[in-house]
RNA sequence: GCCGAAGUGGUGGAAUUGGUAGACGCGCUGGAUUCAAAAUCCAGUGGGGGCAACCCCGUGCGAGUUCGAUUCUCGCCUUCGGCACCA
């Protein structure tokens, strides 16, 4: 008996699918599709367990969906714009176009190992002109529409990466590649107005909800952050001018005794002068301005502030308050200057008190006390409006919008929105990038590059500096180009994109990747898109999930596509972790896949993979689980090529019948309820473990089963035979979406003609399901008593009586009142005594 | 502080709609096979008590609802993730 050589198997098959183009797909509307999608990976050199684990999870489903009969659409391909190939150009002195086709190179060949179902015709490369220049199209027409625009404004800067950063990109005040802090500076740059889809990217979230998790929901909401209230206008005293402010409490307006602006505030500066407190106004922005912006930003941070000198006018009391400035009050969020209610705002309330500011309550407080002096924090929940003239009594919701309508009706304010969401920074000072196509021209200003001279080519004769300095800044091929409007010589544009750009839209870009006129086909996209099921890490929650989104509804504007959002569903699986901890180089605990390979073959990692974790929760890397994995397939073998003899066995007659042996039919009941489970499991739940747990107690029992009613000295019967081949068939097709190559190696054994991927999914009948006897558990009191084997029709009355009946039930009700019998139906019944 | 997820044997994890807690695997123990080992197979394996049949306890902690709670409600504890002087 030839024992299992993963390795020969293994090979055979990729190449079969390889030659045999198996994986490869075409749009047919006459068949059902799904397009399955898992994050395309940078080419960083090697693949890691996290990338295994990624692929894997996507294989099985595709592979499952496939042996269902759906048109499955599952492509790669290679993220390759960005900084880490510029950090390698720069310590290999090579370049990063060098390197990135290396590690790509590399990592196919990797990733071939793992036996993956991609269609290979359709992979893509972004740092390939056929793809970015898509990224220039995109851009121009987003700029058509008026959603880029370019301003110099205080930025992230990351010194160690030399280049602006995104909002997203900053995570805890650090560059969420290299981890160096980062610090504000004044840039001129480029911005998508994503902010102009803050309200559909939220309202979208509703449609996600279901099929994508809620944290990753939840964390959308938080970034957009929505806040609805009121902007009004405070008149300031003695002037024509007034100062706009944002609140989302117009329902304390009466109780607003002082205002504070923003540092930055450009009548920070205007009001003080000519007040006795211009000297002090202008010392204290100095000293905001030095101070650390994380530091300001966070809440355990000091309040500090100084008088304007000068007062305003509460619009709704018409009492004289005074204007302050503060270090607590940021220009970027709403109109950078706050109306303070320190009865009703924690930090306003802080800030009364610290410089002995007066506050007033205005909402009644439960207890009734509106004496402000015994307020020991703010009084934040909302509450009938009092000492407010005519609102008082008012409350919640209702009171809001009365005080808005009547701020309205006055023009002196009106119900708006705020949103957290800041515009999306797309500049970036680097080389390894998609250029921005734009021309600076000293008589016609800013001129977009016309469409039929895209793309602009990323030249790939040029050297990095040794600090990373773009070589584009200064490489006069590249930035002297005459104006296309008025043909005087002109600049180019020097930055880059963000790389996001490019994986705001792959997607797309796959339903027809190699489309010349378009970044891609109309039609292809409306077959193939949105994406069914999307899969990749948690660390893309906001970033890349967020900037895909807003792509989409741009392109839906455009009429490019047709569906509402772009990943239908979105499964966020789990770190790969070994000894408790990540893996990772400096902990040393890194498992290599091409080790694991080498040693048990991809079917013993892929099996592994799913069935010890489900997809969504951390893996504990486990040597030994490998083993148990490699042990299993083994098994599976040395059953196949025990009972390979009685193969070529034709079913006699109908085994359908009554007169099956018990054993027989417990066969076939196992088949069935294994089919049902396994499907189940992918379909429903997506839990891969608790299918393959499925299977392995069919091997179980397929094994106990073959021993004892297939190995005797006397013949076995021909119907026993044919039913044992159904059961290792089904065993075959559905272990094939977890271990591919053993299946479909052992399934051409069988003397089967085409694939399991021809041969489809198996089918459960829920007539075999079901058992003659089945067993009841008895309860005395909701404690498990005894468990009794009856008839599977047996109606409740009989059922009652044979519980009641039984000596070991009667043990525990002997003289006591039975209270109450409840049966649950084929499961249980519980005696309630007293 | 707010929002979200989680907490089950020695271990990874099951328990799908409130109905037998611990499926399946790993590890461990004992046995078979072997000159021996590897491999394989068989049996056992939550804790405590008992010769045994069985009994008691047990899903982070404390209450509650229920005939019955890992599952639902309330209050805590711990861990992880996100947001946060956002007006």
Redo the contacts with the bound molecule.
């Keep these: 008996m030839p024992d299992y050589d993963p390795k020969t198997i293994e090979e055979k098959w990729q190449k079969r699918w390889e030659d045999e183009k198996s994986f490869k797909v075409e749009a047919d509307p006459s068949k059902p599709k799904y397009y399955l999608l898992e994050m395309f990976p940078y080419p960083s050199g090697r693949i890691h367990m996290g990338h295994v684990r990624n692929y894997t999870i996507g294989d099985a489903l595709a592979r499952f969906k496939m042996m269902k009969g759906l048109n499955v659409l599952h492509p790669i391909g290679w993220d390759s714009f960005g900084m880490p190939a510029e950090n390698a150009a720069i310590q290999n002195k090579s370049h990063p176009d060098t390197w990135t086709h290396d590690n790509i190179r590399a990592m196919t060949a990797q990733i071939k190992r793992l036996g993956l179902s991609y269609d290979w015709t359709r992979e893509i490369t972004t740092c390939e002109p056929e793809n970015y220049q898509w990224n220039q199209w995109c851009f121009l027409k987003f700029m058509e529409r008026g959603l880029v625009y370019r301003k110099n404004s205080e930025v992230n800067w990351c010194e160690s990466c030399n280049t602006v950063l995104a909002n997203e990109q900053v ?2 005040g650090l560059c969420w590649r290299c981890d160096n802090e980062v610090v504000p500076k004044q840039q001129e740059g480029w911005f998508f107005k994503i902010t102009d889809y803050a309200d559909r990217l939220l309202e979208g979230c509703k449609d996600l909800a279901g099929g994508w ?3 990753v929901l ?2 959308q ?3 957009i ?1 929505k ?1 609805t ?1 009121a902007e009004v206008d405070f008149q300031i005293k003695d002037s024509k001018e007034s100062i706009k ?5 117009p329902d304390t307006l009466y109780g607003a005794t002082f205002m ?1 602006l ?1 540092p930055e505030h450009p009548l920070t500066v205007s009001l003080s002068r000519g007040t006795a407190q211009e000297k002090t106004i202008d010392a204290f922005i100095k000293e905001v301005k030095s101070q650390d912006k994380i530091a ?9 502030g100084v008088f304007t000198g000068v007062h305003a006018v509460n619009p709704l009391n018409g009492e004289t308050i005074p204007i302050w400035t503060a ?15 320190p009865a009703h ?4 309330f ?1 800030f009364a008190k610290k410089y002995d500011l007066p506050i007033r309550v205005v909402i009644l407080p439960p207890d009734g006390n509106t004496n402000a002096d015994d307020l020991k924090e703010a009084m934040t929940e909302l509450g009938p409006m009092t000492q407010s003239g005519v609102f008082d009594g008012l409350a919640d919701d209702e009171a809001k919008l009365k005080v808005c309508a009547h701020l309205q009706s006055k023009k002196i304010g009106k119900a708006t929105v ?1 949103f ?1 969401l800041r515009d999306w920074g797309v500049s970036r000072q680097r080389y390894w990038g998609t250029p921005v196509p734009i021309i600076f021209c000293e008589k016609c200003g800013t001129v977009p590059v016309p469409y039929k001279d895209l793309p602009v080519i990323l030249p790939l004769d040029a050297q990095l500096g040794d600090k990373g300095q773009s070589p584009l800044k200064t490489l006069d091929s590249f930035i002297n180009v005459p104006c296309p409007k008025c043909k005087a010589p002109a600049k180019r544009e020097t930055d880059t994109l963000d790389t996001f750009i490019c994986s705001s839209w792959y997607f797309d870009r796959f339903t027809s990747p190699h489309e010349k006129k378009a970044p891609f086909s109309k039609d292809s996209n409306r077959y193939w898109m949105a994406v069914d099921q999307y899969i990749g890490g ?1 660390e893309h ?2 970033l890349h999930l967020l900037y895909s989104r807003f792509f989409h509804q741009v392109f839906r504007d455009m009429g490019l596509v047709a569906s509402k959002e772009p990943f239908v569903h979105l499964l966020t699986q789990g770190m790969v972790i070994k000894d408790g901890a990540k893996m990772s180089k400096s902990k040393g605990n890194v498992v290599d896949p091409d080790h694991i390979i080498d040693r048990y073959g991809t079917d013993t990692a892929r099996l592994f993979i799913l ?4 997809p969504t ?4 890397w ?1 040597d ?2 490998v ?6 397939l ?2 599976v073998w ?1 059953l196949f090529e025990g009972s390979k003899n009685i193969f070529d066995s034709k079913p006699v007659g109908d085994d359908t019948g009554a007169e099956l042996q018990i054993k027989l039919k417990e066969l076939r009941r196992m088949i069935h309820v294994t089919i049902k ?1 396994v499907t ?2 992918i379909e ?2 997506m ?1 891969f ?2 299918a ?3 299977i ?2 069919f ?2 029992h397929l ?2 089963f073959f ?1 004892g009613e297939m190995n005797h000295t006397h013949d076995p019967s021909t119907k026993g035979q044919a039913l044992f081949k159904e059961a290792m068939e089904t065993l075959i097709l559905l272990l094939a979406p977890f271990a591919p190559h053993i299946t479909e190696e052992m399934w051409e054994q069988m003397g089967n003609k085409g694939t399991t991927l021809k041969a489809g999914w198996p089918e459960y009948n829920e007539e075999y399901l079901r058992t003659d006897e089945i ?1 009841i ?1 008895i ?1 005395v ?5 005894q ?1 009794l084997s009856v008839a599977e029709g047996i109606d409740e009355e009989s059922l009652k009586a044979k519980s009641l009946e039984d000596p ?1 039930i009667q043990e ?1 009700t002997d003289g006591k009142e039975v ?2 019998v ?1 049966v ?1 139906p084929k ?2 019944v ?1 005696i ?1 005594v007293k």
């Excluded at 270090?327 to 109109?335: P, Q, R």
């Excluded at 069935?611 to 489900?614: G, I, N, R, S």
């Excluded at 929760?617 to 504990?620: G, H, T």
């Design positions: 995570v805890d998790p809620e944290q939840t964390m909401k938080n970034w952050g806040s209230g402010v944002f609140t989302t409490r504070v923003a300001r930003t966070s809440e355990g941070g000091e309040k500090l270090n607590f009050v940021l220009m970027d969020y709403g109109t950078g200057a706050i109306m303070s209610v705002d924690q930090r306003d802080e705020q957290r948690i929650a906001i069935f010890a974790a489900p929760k951390q893996l504990e486990s030994q689980g083993e148990g994995s490699f042990r299993f083994k098994r040395r489970r189940e499991d429903k739940r839990q473990n608790t393959i747990a499925a392995m107690e091997v179980n094994q106990k021993e067993e558990v309860q009191n909701g404690k498990v008593r468990k070991r525990w209270k109450k409840i649950v499961k249980l519980n309630v």
